[in-house]
């Protein structure tokens, strides 16, 4: 059941880093909804790794191929799978972490939970296995966007020891958003994170930072009580994300500061409805969304595997010393930003799907 | 769906604060396991309300019923359940809330998602939901401790400014977080937290705060990769309890700041097996438990309902003033400390029985 | 989770036949339906034992509580439950078969699967156990009905080697089933079956039967490949009722005996819709319902225990014999006719709900 | 959901019979099995069409593909996934279809619930989707062997008029089935079989059949009460497979007619564990396998695409004429063999996954 995202709108991964392909197939998907391949490749664009220099120079198209559920651009209500071919397989690269786990990686884990690996590679906690996510999350993104007007945007809003300015959270974009390649729709900040992330990167080290996403325009109800809150969802989806180490919702720690008086959010008429003055709350009240923007971070950690000598033990206990080969991310919150977007689309068209059925 | 927690070891809650009683249906446990009603009300009393001075004075004994699923003190591998009577109804105390929705509350989303809400108390939403949480986490817990001796201890790390320093995570026990009535084992901080939660009830205010858990002795293995990791289920554990804004696993947000070669655990020999030098990934690498203690903290915001006059509109969108009557926790983090418990016990007693179909 | 059904209308019973009470949470039931205590007792009514001189003479009134989830009688949109008191628990009646597993009982199997059971009546197994299926059932078939204007009606059309005539499935009404007290709307065949089970009664022995079920309004379009197809709900639902052999929709077996010229249902015009000539389907193409009745058959063994004596063989596997005392049910069809109807209603009303996140 | 089959033991099915593969994804397959394609590809070849005069003449190799999930032939734990080309797509032969439904097929039923269907061929509901079940089943029949010894044998045991004698149960092997091409072990039933399937395609007509299968040596103890019950996993399981109408486990429909004293299993001695001399209950009490050989029948019906002229309606409703171009089984029974025995497999090994939680 791990591979599998969701209730009614269900995302299946499916593919590793090393075999021929990664994919998804997405079950409950509404029919006659109008999807074609530039629809998902715009967000596999954003996630694809060798955009710009703070990212891995792996230069890999990641073409997305719909193999079924869809016709004459229209989906059939039948799942639809969506692949994307393995270019730039290099198992070599990975010959001397056969017999030394990497640090903070899965290949400790992974053997014992198993008793077995994949030869090379991370298998299943590749990086690579996000791409069936991004495409999965396009597609819930259109059904979100195309039926009730919802519009999701995250950004970088920290690396390292550099945090950014909240942006105007009603009317920051994607484009404002990939004006920089770090992706920080503050230009200040922006050039501060590049400047800490090529410094990681040439200590052969690596850097972590935050992203932080806006879903407008969800509608009121979304979010089943008691333990499938809407926060609880978006909390598993990001702590989903590989190397993702926290998230937080509206006020989030901070509002465990606070005092109820100037946490609360005072109810005010806001044209036809009824909003708040202000939004501690990130959008959610009792676990369902009430109509106001659904703001939430998620921390991601440094990546675990430097080119850097690092002293650790092998499968055996025996000290040694790993220096990572291969081209990896110095910074992942970059390539982050349309993964995180994807699962914020899985859980919101998920809850759409779910309220439905209350609807007369 | 979505008042069922966990897949092989399920918990089911059901009742509302202002019906007869509330309770849960736990599906799934192992047969043949020692179980008495004791084993849960040690951890319903330290949940319960009238504890101390810091907590609503509200006085319920919340004594559990073991309706079935046991026989001669032994579980039948078939459900169990466990029943607590409301004793201490008062529906008139919420008079003025069926017309004025309670900031941050989940009066207003309540009444938009279903259309209709239960004319007292918080329905689904009270509080009181969590007693059905702390009985089937004492027994996820008791199988846990008799079957792998893993050890769950939770404490408050922080009240409103006062944040206290870590303690002996291999060390701290129950007995000392329960030294003070504010279960922060750091004597000097406790007292400071204190004073916060008294000063915020004298104002009619809240205040909130972060509970912090440890759970030593988990096995390794334990969390199944792609999304249903281990963080991943604790996250959406955490995030369903109300009142809560954020989770973060061992560095969580700080190891967003960090670089790769300072945030990496590098492996060392611990006895027969691998283990870390330090702790940075709590516990949990790849989304599976890694043998070393599982680390995380939740932030929970200052209750909703407080005794000062706040500034609101009704649902017709009039403006008016609301304060609360009734009788409230200033602060429900000392309270939160066998709920946070009993979900992280649950999600890892279902992640165990997951994880024993591998074994040969 | 083997005591939950359904995905988005969910009922999970608790309880065993020899603790206080037995009952049912439904999860995902609408919102503002009118629903009181009648509208379930009406089906328990025809369910409780002690109904006529075919049934057990067990005298259990089986009142049902309406615990929470509906206030001011409209359904809240959170959990429903409802309970049903065991009044005549009789431990004593089985004493002897804690030595002897019944022949063709639960007794052996659950001892083996648990490595322990309830030391009095069949635990989870019991009959009892249905009380809570009813009770879900009934609150389904409101929802169908008020909804859509379903109607589910089930008889009995075998006992033994008494096999009833088809009536006029688009006319037979819950009334005219409940004209005799064996629950088959035809007088001569009722009349023979009644014949039936008194015999086996008399002989201290027990006797098989079928009852079939129609569902009549029931909307295009109920049921999703590939693997929750209508009918395949529906098989899981009857199989899973106590003592039932087989499921056969529409021409059933017989239809294997069949071609296909003779067996497609031609399609019609039927007023604005489009139906079928023959209803060989059963109401159902593809796993999908097309608008026509959904007929269906259930097979159920005659009652494993019995006042007879039976040679068998204890735990240990010595020989001996066993003549059970207390008091059963010489047949289980009269009764069984609103449990079948409750588990086609909690398929339709789960199905309809699914369908529902299909619409614009 | 709907493509997502068992809850440990996980196969998700994807693909349409008019796209370029159909496959499987298996989630839960324990890790470090042995597995090679030849494993999988031998109940494929048992499947495909073309394999003699009795069944389509469409001549399709289905060479299954491993993707992934598997390393140096041992199983990886993480999800497997298997893949088959489609060689032979015609939609030109489905032409007139898009305009007239098909009587008794899904084409009617899909346009009616998802409002759109794949413009050529059955979509989801055709047979080729079975593909993937095939495949799934194969690896989770391996697992039961391997671990338990399981041998899991169906063939067919009727063909429109023609019913075959039962087999020696506890003797009847593959090589046995497939000694005829229409698989029934009874040499001269398999001739009459045989001639009323030749008749039906001389006549462009189809004719429907029965499967019967057994289960040896599946442990005690598989199967979860109250609705997860073995039979009725396997029923939901049998009739999930294109065609079905019926299922029946042990005395099945003829049980219904008998009384409790002929139809109870007394319990016996055999070797060290407790058996029954008969097997009434086909393996199966209280809705767990109790170690006798586990026995059902699976009624399917003749199939719906028949070349002879049919008198029907067009979408609109207007009478027309329909003759199915194409080739198309006559009967799908012998074909059926292998995907009732991977549905079988399917279930055990979900069931056994399960039933492992309980062990110490």
Redesign the interface.
């Known amino acids: ?5 969701g ?2 709108f ?1 995302a ?5 880093s090393h ?3 990664v994919g998804v ?1 997405v ?2 998907c ?3 909804m109008a999807l074609s391949e530039s629809d998902v490749q715009i967000q596999l664009d954003r996630r694809r790794p060798g955009q710009s220099k703070l990212t891995t120079d792996r230069d890999e198209a990641d073409r997305v191929i719909l ?3 869809v ?2 651009r ?6 639809v ?1 969506m692949m994307v071919h393995n270019k730039d397989q290099r198992p070599g690269d990975y010959g001397e972490m056969a017999f030394v ?1 990497r ?8 053997q ?8 090379s590679g ?4 590749s990086a690579r ?1 996000t791409i069936g996510r991004v495409a999965a999350g396009a597609i819930a993104e259109k059904f979100l966007r195309d039926v009730y007007g919802v519009e999701i945007v995250a950004w970088v809003s ?1 690396v ?2 550099t945090s950014a300015p909240d942006p105007d959270e009603s009317a920051v974009t994607r484009a404002m958003v990939d004006d920089s390649p770090v992706r920080c729709p503050d230009a200040g900040s922006a050039a501060a994170m590049s400047d800490e992330i090529l410094a ?1 990167r040439e ?1 052969s ?6 992203v932080s996403c806006i879903c407008r325009n969800a509608p ?2 979304l ?7 809407l ?10 994300i ?1 190397a ?10 901070a ?7 100037a ?7 806001k044209g036809g409805r ?1 909003g ?1 003055r202000t939004n ?3 959008g ?8 106001e923007p659904i703001r939430f ?1 998620v ?6 595997t ?1 080119g ?1 000598a ?6 055996e ?3 040694t010393t790993l220096a990572a080969k291969g081209r990896h991310d110095p910074c992942v919150v970059p390539r982050a930003v349309p993964i995180v977007e994807a699962m914020a689309a899985l859980v919101l068209a998920d809850m759409a ?7 007369a």
Chains 1, 2, 3, 4 share one sequence.
């Open positions: 059941m791990s591979s599998t995202f209730r009614l269900r299946i991964t499916f593919g590793e075999c021929k392909a197939v079950d409950g509404p029919p006659k193999l079924f559920g016709d004459s229209m989906t059939l209500g039948t799942p799978a786990p640090p903070s990686h899965a290949d400790y884990t992974y014992m939970k198993y008793g077995i690996r994949a030869s991370g298998g299943r906690s296995e920290g390292g020891e990681a200590a080290d690596s850097v972590g930072g935050v009121v109800g979010g089943e009580p008691v333990f499938d809150k926060e609880a969802a978006l909390a598993q989806a990001m702590l989903s590989p993702t180490k926290g998230f937080e919702i509206g006020s989030g720690f509002g465990a500061r606070m005092r109820g008086s946490h609360n959010d005072p109810f005010v008429r009824l708040t501690f709350s990130g959610v009240q009792g676990g369902i969304s009430n109509g971070r921390a991601f950690k440094p990546p675990a430097i850097q690092q002293s650790t033990a092998d499968f206990g025996n000290e799907l779910i309220q439905k059925t209350r609807q």
